[in-house]
């Protein structure tokens, strides 16, 4: 039986695309914009030649279209010929591009990356105003969307100073429990990831959060 074989994407580009890809990959680039792009080509952002410039670097493997509009992962040739599909940089992303939705990483997900949950949920839990214009597709595709009220987004940090994706606190994944109980697991398990959590929550602003959101939240905390 004849093993396959495929053929890997070549990377190519042309004159007037070089100095684009040569700052990318100076500046060490993950996600950018449309509008990065035009700065460092110093076209305007509408313009047909940034539009032509992008296709041509999508269709070369150097850009792939991110959720956000006109955001795009920048994949230099360190990385290689493939995306990285990580689910941060789309987020970062989104959070990145203009009139950017609110949302957080929120439950197992959010416990998986603070460090109280060994293992991640097949799919990342995003907890999303409900009052958003649009949700872009591919965030169906990756992530569980609990929509809600903008009034429950809180509680929620970037896991460092270079990145914008709010991340549910170990506070904040008590209210996570009391709001999204459904998707949380079974809370009776001796090793579930808010018992981890309650050694670094507060539990007085835990508690001034419930209050706020009313008598069927502080129940269920």
């Known amino acids: 039986m004849n093993a396959q074989t495929t053929t890997p ?19 060490g680039a993950t996600v950018v914009s449309a509008e990065d792009l035009a700065a460092i ?12 410039l992008i296709k041509r670097l999508k269709a070369s493997g150097w850009l792939v279209p991110m959720a956000g509009r006109n955001m795009y992962e920048f994949v230099p040739l360190r990385v290689g010929p493939y995306p990285s599909n990580d689910e941060l940089r ?14 957080q990483l929120a439950l197992g997900s959010a416990a998986f990356l603070r460090g109280y949950a060994e293992t991640a949920p097949d799919l990342s839990y995003l907890v999303f105003d409900k009052r958003a214009s649009s949700l ?13 009220e903008p009034t429950r987004l809180f509680g929620a940090e970037p896991l460092n100073a270079e990145s914008r994706v709010p991340v549910a606190t170990a506070s904040r994944l008590f209210i996570d429990v009391g709001l999204f109980w459904q998707h949380a697991g079974d809370l009776r398990s001796h090793d579930h990831w808010l018992a981890a959590a309650a ?10 959060w419930a209050t706020r959101l009313g008598p069927s939240v502080v129940c269920r905390g």
């Open 199 to 208: 050694r670094d929550a507060d539990a007085k602003t835990t508690a001034q």
């Open 90 to 103: 789309e987020l970062e992303a989104l959070a990145r591009g203009p009139r950017a939705p609110r949302f």
């Open 136 to 148: 872009p597709p591919r965030l169906r595709e990756r992530f569980r969307i609990i929509r809600t």
């Open 9 to 27: 994407l070549r990377k190519t580009y042309g004159r007037s695309a070089a100095p684009v890809i040569e700052e990318l990959e100076v500046r």
């Open 41 to 52: 080509k110093g076209v305007p952002a509408d313009s047909a030649l940034l539009r032509a």
